[in-house]
């Protein structure tokens, strides 16, 4: 049964403070807590129960005020524990035993290649201690931790060390204590065999705060990228948000074996060891800036999260879509903010559009969940990202502050909603935001026509908007434009009835089915250029002539907008070509994209960055996503038509860009750096489509003789997928070199993966079979199985092939094993609807499979439930 937004009720008791005392083994790992327990309902009207969490366990014993209790006086289930008579305030104290080396979960309390770690957002810690595991019951906490000092010398938890000492029998024990109350989903405790590497940051009110990284000691030499990305997080969120640090202690632990991306335990971040581990020739420029963000992230929740967090899981998105947005700005200052822009606004269509559309779809703030596991989604992340956007552009930068700094100054310490957010910007701000409400409670994209009309004698042009939403009501959205004359000069845009033209920068507001805009004194027929910035998440509608684009592409003011048009160019150019093919005529490349990029080439300007991304094709998956029924081979040869005809005809261009983005000196992370390698990695993927032995001769030495795996596996990547035997000599090189990099095998696989050579799916199969593989790895498992699901379309969806088939197989092996990644991995089957009839059935045939297994895990149930659900 779903859990219902509409009925939260406050707890029934709150946990004023928690002693924990973990005794850690290689066998049996007990666990002692002592909560302090104080009602929190009028008990005139009656005393309720007492119910507590928890799953897994094994219970030793229960105690109330000190006194044992005996079997009948509590009632225990697979879920809880209720204690039917409690005092108004009391100590409860609960032992349990765990078996972490025996959790392959990854919740609650695990071991990854020997570290014990905890996950427990969201609700890991119910398989810890028997507890109140919901986010609106604050307390503090003090954690003793014992252990074997020989293999676990390093003792860890949230806040401040307050302790630490011998025990006998070679063991040792720390007691850490954190004076900021915090739900249990924010508890951390990590033991092991770890070497820190540390460095101080002075806040800007002086207080020392020591910044300590944890990793195994093979890696010590891969943690400055991380531990620089931290200080420059931590003084950004001084300067942008006005966030302090708020202990004297902050660190961060790297575990391989992790099943999302970092968690924001508070003082003690647990990492995937992807989102920490680089060194210039382990790690890409791709790798560098994730890490940079993920590490933001979680820093940026110290507040946006931490000091601050969500009342109940519905409200999820204040937490994580406030601080995506977060990173997403702080990322931006750090590189090229046009470029980080586009990179963001690809990854919500790739993500969050199909989501929406498709059978998992869910507003921002959810109203029901079966899983929570599964609602942490692109719609809560990203889209609540943008949502945080549109509240910034509606209500002016100065005012999105002082609204930001009241809802942090006014929930401290506490759970927040929706309401409470949306609140805070509104007072801070004066503006009513009422209608904005609405983009978190409705699913879906919307869909935004746009029709402009110039008339020459009044010298006004008419834009009309209509907003498609589902459910009828019009959203408030904002609308960055600016008008084009044909010469590409931005012209004033003033509108009728307004004293002053608008302001640069500053968007207009739909809030009707149906609006008209009128603009005078506008001498032609401008070309608009709409959603600037992509100021709203929505679908634009505007019928768009070849000339508007490539002027748009050429001289539009916005950088975004800039990409966006080239992106509209190829997409249309590709998707006539899909038509061309199904009607059976010659495909011929229209001279119109071959001039676009042609310009971009000679005279783009000197943003590189920006110009790989404009002459990069939109993914096969975003083409597939604006069909309504996906041809998967129609899209995958007409843009490898498109490619290869570009290459052709731009060759000497292609060619004089590559040898201008050479590499000077030794690899470093900076924006020109990472500019110039992805403009020449773009420039030596077209080349590559010539199948010249000459340019495959210089791949394969790029391969060889970078100083950096941004250019090795660039190189790597452009031989493995094309026809000739330097690909098979260059994987083996590459796996023996690296055999020891668990972080480089996963790209070893994943670059197999997703490789559109005809023969990939029987490769993946054999794959399966390598020493190397093991699904028990979240990276590993999604390097090799979803790359291939979710990267390679037209090899997993071959009709020879049995890519569902395979994908159904590991779904069943991870539903026992670790659901939370099974229930990711089954989400490409619920795309069925999108495709053609005989697909269409083969993955509605693999989903049922699936839910006939005799007992599926709750997160996999949920995705395949919805999955198969009738529309
Ligand atoms: N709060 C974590 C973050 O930084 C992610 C937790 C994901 N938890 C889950 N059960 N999927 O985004
Ligand atoms: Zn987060």
């Known amino acids: 049964h779903p859990v219902a937004l509409s009925d939260y009720t406050p707890p029934d008791y709150r946990v004023e403070s928690v002693h924990l005392t973990v005794d850690l083994h290689d066998d049996v790992t007990l666990v002692r807590a002592d909560l302090s327990v104080v009602a929190n309902h009028d008990r005139t009207k009656g005393i309720r129960p007492l119910v507590l969490d928890g799953r897994g366990l094994v219970l030793r014993c229960i105690a109330l005020d000190g006194k044992p209790l005996t079997t009948d006086e509590y009632v225990r289930d697979d879920e809880t524990l209720t204690i039917h008579h409690v005092p108004e305030q009391c ?116 207080r020392r705060v020591a910044l300590q990284i944890y990793v195994q000691s093979h890696n010590r030499d891969k943690c400055d990228h991380a531990v620089r990305s931290l200080a420059e997080a931590m003084r950004w969120d001084e300067e942008a948000f006005g966030r302090e640090y708020d202990l004297d202690l902050y660190m961060i632990v790297a575990v391989d074996d992790f099943n999302f991306g970092a968690m924001e335990n508070k003082g003690l971040n647990v990492f995937n060891s992807r989102y920490v581990l680089a060194r210039p020739d382990t790690a890409t420029d791709a790798d560098y800036a994730a890490i940079e963000g993920v590490i933001g992230h979680e820093y940026f929740h110290n507040w946006s999260g931490n000091r601050v967090t969500c009342r109940d899981w519905f409200q999820l998105s204040v937490k994580e879509g406030l601080t995506i947005f977060r990173d997403q700005e702080f990322s931006a200052a750090m590189g090229s903010s046009a470029v980080k822009r586009i990179q963001d606004v690809r990854y919500l269509r790739t993500h969050q559009f199909p989501e929406d559309a498709g059978p998992l779809a869910h507003p921002v703030r959810p109203e029901t969940y079966d899983a929570i596991n599964n609602l942490y989604t692109a719609t809560v992340y990203n889209k609540g990202a943008e949502l945080i956007r549109m509240l910034r552009t509606l209500v002016g930068h100065d005012a999105f502050r002082r609204g930001m700094d009241l809802y942090f100054d006014r929930h401290d310490g506490t759970g927040a909603t929706v309401e409470n957010l949306v609140s805070a910007l509104a007072e801070a701000s004066g503006r009513d935001l009422t209608q904005f409400m609405r983009w978190y409670r409705e699913a879906g994209t919307p869909e935004i026509h746009v029709t402009g009309s110039h008339d020459a004698d009044t010298k006004a042009y008419t ?76 679908r634009l509608h505007y019928a768009y002539t070849e000339a508007d684009l490539a002027l748009l592409m050429g001289k539009d003011g916005d950088l975004f907008n800039r990409w966006e048009a080239g992106q509209r160019l190829m997409t249309g150019t590709i ?83 590559w040898d201008q983005c050479r590499p000077t000196g030794p690899y470093r992370f900076e924006p020109a750096e990472t500019g110039r ?107 090799l199985i979803l790359s291939f699901a979710v990267n390679n379309p037209v090899r997993f969806h071959d009709r020879a092939g049995g890519g569902y088939r395979l994908l ?52 996999i149930r949920d995705v395949v439930t919805k999955g198969l659900a009738r529309d």
């Open 463 to 538: 834009l009309t908007i209509r907003q498609g939403v589902a459910g009828g009501e019009p959203l408030l959205i904002p609308l960055a434009m600016g008008l084009l004359d044909r010469n590409g000069n931005e012209l004033s845009v003033h509108l009728d009835g307004e004293q002053a033209p608008l302001e640069p920068g500053r968007a207009l507001e739909l809030s009707r089915q149906e609006e008209t805009f009128c603009f005078r004194g506008i001498p032609e027929e401008p070309v608009p250029s709409l959603f600037r910035g992509f100021s709203a998440p929505v």
């Open 91 to 206: 100590t409860v104290s609960v032992s349990t035993e765990l078996k972490p080396q025996e959790n392959t979960l990854l919740e609650g309390l695990y071991r990854s290649g020997g570290t014990f770690c905890t996950q427990c957002e969201a609700e890991g810690f119910r398989r810890i201690t028997y507890f109140p595991d919901r986010p609106d019951v604050l307390a503090a906490y003090t954690v003793t931790i014992t252990a074997d000092r020989a293999t676990c010398p390093v003792l860890l938890a949230n806040g401040n060390l307050a302790a630490s000492g011998d025990l006998p029998d070679g063991r040792h024990y720390a007691t850490w204590h954190d004076p900021f109350p915090k739900p249990s989903y924010l508890f951390a405790l990590v033991a092991g065999d770890l070497v820190k590497v540390e460095d101080t940051f002075v806040t800007k009110s002086g």
């Open 575 to 657: 998707l006539q070509l899909v038509a061309d093919r199904r009607a059976g005529q010659e495909l011929r490349l229209p001279p119109a994209l071959v001039e676009a990029c042609g310009t971009l080439l000679t005279s783009g300007g000197n943003d590189r960055a920006f110009l790989a991304e404009a002459l990069t094709l939109p993914s096969e998956n975003l083409l597939g996503e604006q069909m309504k029924e996906i041809e998967v081979e129609g899209i995958f040869e007409a843009r490898r038509f498109v490619r290869t005809a570009l290459a052709r005809q731009l060759r000497g261009e292609l060619s004089a860009l």
């Open 677 to 783: 390698r992805s403009l020449a990695a773009c420039c030596l993927g077209y080349l590559m489509t010539l199948d010249d032995p000459s340019i495959r001769q210089a791949c394969l030495r790029q391969f060889r003789e970078a100083d950096n795996m941004t250019d090795s596996l660039s190189a790597l990547t452009l031989l493995a997928h094309t026809e000739g035997s330097e690909g098979e000599t260059a994987l083996a090189e590459f796996h023996a070199r690296w055999r020891e990099e668990p972080l480089v095998i996963d790209k070893w696989f994943a670059i197999q993966a997703t490789s559109p050579l005809p023969d990939t799916f029987a490769r993946v199969q054999r794959l399966l079979e390598h020493p190397d593989f093991t699904l028990a790895n979240p990276n590993r498992a999604r390097s």
């Open 808 to 859: 159904a197989d590991h779904v069943i092996k991870l539903n026992s094993l670790n659901p939370m990644i099974g229930a990711r991995m089954a989400e490409p089957l619920t795309r069925w609807r999108r495709h053609e009839l005989n697909r269409r059935e083969r993955m509605k045939t693999e989903l049922e499979r699936i839910a006939r297994e005799p007992t599926l895990a709750r997160d």
